[in-house]
């Protein structure tokens, strides 16, 4: 079975500079998708990237980037230029890619994202 | 358009009692899921459905717990004769079809409190 770990239950940085949050997955699949979700207070699930495991270039997204180690099976997300409002918890989640794998999102404990003004 | 939307926001139940939830998911999106997320948790799997097809339902944690869905339309999870160890927000997801690279949109959730 599939597991994330995330390791850091909570994280803080200052607003407008670098945060990184970690993520790590086991599977022994070759076909996988990795994605980061942001769930502020307001418990809606918000898809902030994702990376397609068979492409090698890491994903961006505006002030979001992604550190994909497909080998260590690593998966870190990058916040560059931190906004207040990007204060909440971060869920790493894995997804089979495979032809009749599960179709179920696997989900990390998730990180607690504080932004100091 | 619309969203996935989820009622009631909030549910406080007595222990032994049944609830049901209900998930409006995107109109016309075949695949619906279903997951747990117990406080300072991630998001468990629970069930999905796509479209005619049998659901799997292999996430859920106890013969207590069953859903339903109607057509391609909304989903009822419910939990009967409920523990304490249900208390735990339940979110609802959908998709246009279940396949990877689709993305899943989460509805907002329900709160349900076991007293």
């Known amino acids: 079975a599939q597991t994330v770990t995330q390791s850091q239950p909570e994280m803080s940085v200052q607003e407008a500079e670098t945060v990184t949050l970690s993520c790590t997955y086991d599977?022994?699949?070759?076909?996988?998708?990795l994605f980061w979700y942001k769930q502020p207070p307001s418990r809606q699930m918000i898809l902030v990237i994702r990376?397609?495991?068979?492409?090698?270039q890491n994903a961006t997204e505006n002030r979001f980037s992604v550190n994909f180690q497909k080998a260590a099976k690593s998966f870190s997300l990058k916040i560059s230029d931190s906004q207040l409002g990007d204060a909440a918890m971060y869920f790493c989640a894995y997804r089979s890619g495979s032809q009749g794998g599960s179709e179920k999102l696997v989900f990390g404990k998730g990180t607690k994202l504080t932004v100091n003004p | 358009g619309a969203g996935v939307s989820q009622s009631p926001s909030n549910k406080v139940t007595e222990k032994g009692k049944d609830v049901e939830l209900r998930c409006d998911p995107i109109?016309?999106?075949?695949?619906l899921y279903w997951y747990r997320q117990r406080l300072g948790q991630g998001l468990e799997f629970l069930i999905y459905?796509?479209?005619?097809?049998?659901?799997?339902k292999s996430g859920l944690p106890s013969d207590r717990f069953s859903a339903e869905r109607t057509g391609e339309s909304v989903s009822t999870l419910t939990i009967q004769r409920t523990q304490q160890e249900d208390s735990a927000v339940y979110l609802c997801?959908?998709?246009?079809?279940?396949?990877?690279?689709?993305?899943?949109?989460f509805g907002p959730g329900t709160r349900l409190t076991v007293t």
């Open positions: 459905f796509q479209g005619n097809s049998a659901p799997d």
């Open positions: 990376q397609e495991a068979y492409k090698q």
């Open positions: 109109s016309g999106h075949t695949a």
């Open positions: 599977t022994s699949e070759s076909d996988y998708y």
């Open positions: 997801a959908s998709s246009l079809v279940a396949a990877a690279h689709y993305e899943q949109y």
